[in-house]
């Protein structure tokens, strides 16, 4: 507790003081001087220096107290991960765990009864980066294999979707499982080549994957329709029924609900699986988990496939919920979009994912107020995020075996969450 307080003496604060001054000189020309060019005047705005200074003063100590508060955690996150807190309680109090999922089961049946269509559209968006972020954590939270093309997988899925619906009249249904396997073919063909690359090279030959397929889309008119994109593509049908858009909107809601639980079901059973054991032995160390044995080949090629899938999938859905694709919605920032929603939320953990989600798509949508701030309050985030928790908000958690001290003559062990 001393060497805490002690970031509040009067050397320490003298310290934040000057950083803060600091900063305020470097944002003087930015938030202070405002010129009116139609009048030809110069507005100062003083108010916004000094909060700038108070804001910057708060946060220098605020900082100093975090850094040293993790120096004297020695540099662990937290004692306990917070997956494992949660479930601790949830075994403690099982009516409370119960009455919590009833609870979110409920609220998330009536929500777009309950909500006007844009709340429900943007749920649906947000339940499409959380299978985005599954399948992306399959290649990096539990292969550790860093892919910044992402965005190519999703782009083939839509556009799958779209040129058949053109060429063959195909709907949403029976281009949802092409669009996938397209999706995944491409994985297998990007894998083959990227088998002995690792690191820096892997991210930047994915790189330079996903803007291959997003120039091919723009350039080649005959094919993609060129950078003039695809519209007036059909919504989901039930049994040929047709729906209006705000009942399209509300049925879209419920095939990503589904959709959700699905890939979480089939991720988690994957996760506990030989082959996720697997692609964790590989993303802690790939040579060593070779020389037991690993055919690295096949499950890189896997690892690709998988991810890809989810994408492709999604993909299908993303053109059927706007009716209209083009290039410019599958860039390299919608890649960097899915692989921070999977590093904040935490590499290798579902729920994490989950969480990474909503911050990353709802909040924005929901402070729409601070839209000329967003992109710096996001780089704080992470900036936040790689320093005082770089396992991400929910950290996975491990299963290991623990013998209890009465049961060390006996055959029965325990498994805990670690």
């Known amino acids: 507790m001393s060497n805490i307080l002690k970031y509040f003496s009067f050397k320490e604060i003298k310290k934040s003081l000057v950083m803060s001054v600091w900063f305020m000189i470097l944002t003087f020309p930015i938030m202070v001087i405002k010129v009116n060019t139609i009048e030809n005047t110069v507005i100062w705005r003083w108010n916004y220096l000094i909060g700038v200074g108070i804001s910057s003063f708060i946060f220098a100590s605020l900082w100093r107290y975090m850094i040293e508060r993790k120096k004297l955690q020695g540099g662990s996150e937290s004692t306990v991960p917070l997956l494992q807190k949660i479930r601790e309680l949830g075994e403690r109090k099982p009516t409370l765990k119960k009455g919590s999922l009833i609870g979110v089961i409920v609220l998330i049946l009536v929500f777009p ?45 839509a556009y799958t979707y779209a040129l058949l619906h053109i060429h063959f009249g195909l709907g949403f249904w029976v281009c949802l499982p092409i669009g996938a396997l397209m999706a995944t073919i491409l994985g297998v063909l990007l894998a083959i080549p990227v088998l002995r690359l690792r690191g820096d090279y892997l991210a930047i030959v994915t790189l330079g994957f996903g803007e291959i397929v997003r120039i091919v889309l723009e350039n080649w008119n005959a094919f993609s329709h060129g950078p003039s994109g695809i519209a007036n593509i059909p919504r989901p049908t039930f049994f040929g029924i047709h729906f209006t858009l705000p ?22 059973r994957l996760e506990n699986s030989r082959m996720g054991r697997t692609w964790i032995a590989m993303r802690e160390d790939e040579i060593a988990s070779q020389s037991m044995g690993i055919n690295i080949t096949q499950v890189k090629v896997t690892t690709f496939a998988l991810g890809a899938f989810w994408a492709g999938m999604i993909g299908v859905v993303f053109a059927a919920k ?11 920032w919608e ?21 990474g989600a909503g911050i990353l798509i709802l909040l924005p949508e929901y402070l729409r107020a601070f839209s000329q701030y967003r992109m710096l309050i996001f780089g704080a985030i992470l900036v936040l995020m790689m320093v005082f928790r770089p396992g ?26 670690k």
């Open 113 to 157: 009864f309950i909500t006007s269509m844009y709340q429900t559209g943007i749920m649906t968006t947000a339940l499409m980066y959380v299978i985005l972020g599954l399948g992306l954590n399959i290649v990096v939270g539990l292969g550790g294999l860093l892919n910044l093309g992402y965005a190519a997988f999703y782009a083939v899925g």
């Open 335 to 355: 890649s960097i979009i899915i692989l921070c929603v999977v590093v904040i939320g935490g590499m290798g953990s579902i729920v994490g994912v989950v969480v």
């Open 322 to 332: 706007t009716t209209f694709i083009n290039p410019a919605s599958f860039t390299l």
């Open 247 to 268: 009942q399209a909107t509300i049925y879209l809601y419920f095939i990503m609900i589904a959709l959700v639980v699905f890939t979480i079901f089939v991720v988690r």
């Open 392 to 417: 991400g908000i929910v950290t996975s958690v491990r299963k290991v075996y623990k013998i209890e001290p009465h049961l060390q003559g006996g055959s029965d062990n325990k498994v805990e969450d």
